[in-house]
């Protein structure tokens, strides 16, 4: 087995499975609000973080679709999409791939 060392966000007293793609796009996992944040980032720091490094203008998209990993909108600020959620270790199907990337764009222009 591979194991790579993960790039964390560990500035500001945060320490965060995530990473920057762009000023103004974050890709991460599920933030957990169980024992799985144990091992997963605690949803409560998620938000705080949010909250701290971008206000109110951020935008989270859960794609689980499992019921196990739906968690309360209100955490962040309910701005929160479930629209492009599919089953994990599956890819999504490419129709929803584009309607995906035609609702990131809207909300990157709404910012």
């Known amino acids: 087995m591979l194991v790579k060392k993960k790039r964390r966000y560990q500035q500001d ?3 965060l499975d995530l990473s920057y793609i762009r000023p103004n796009i974050i890709a991460m996992g599920y933030p957990a609000n169980s024992y799985e944040g144990v091992f997963r980032n605690n949803i409560y720091d ?3 973080f949010l ?3 971008h206000g109110d203008k951020f935008y989270v998209y859960n794609l689980c ?3 196990e990993r739906q968690y309360d909108g209100s955490r962040f600020n309910n701005n ?3 629209d492009f959620s599919f089953e994990d270790h ?3 199907p490419m129709k929803m791939i584009l ?3 035609q609702h990131v764009k809207t ?3 709404f910012q």
Do not use: I, M, Y
Request: aromatic share 8%.
């Open 99 to 101: 309607a995906f990337c």
């Open 80 to 82: 929160v999409c479930t």
């Open 90 to 92: 599956n890819p999504p």
């Open 65 to 67: 679709v499992e019921n």
């Open 51 to 53: 909250s701290s490094k």
């Open 13 to 15: 007293g945060f320490d």
């Open 107 to 109: 909300q990157l222009n």
């Open 46 to 48: 998620v938000s705080r």
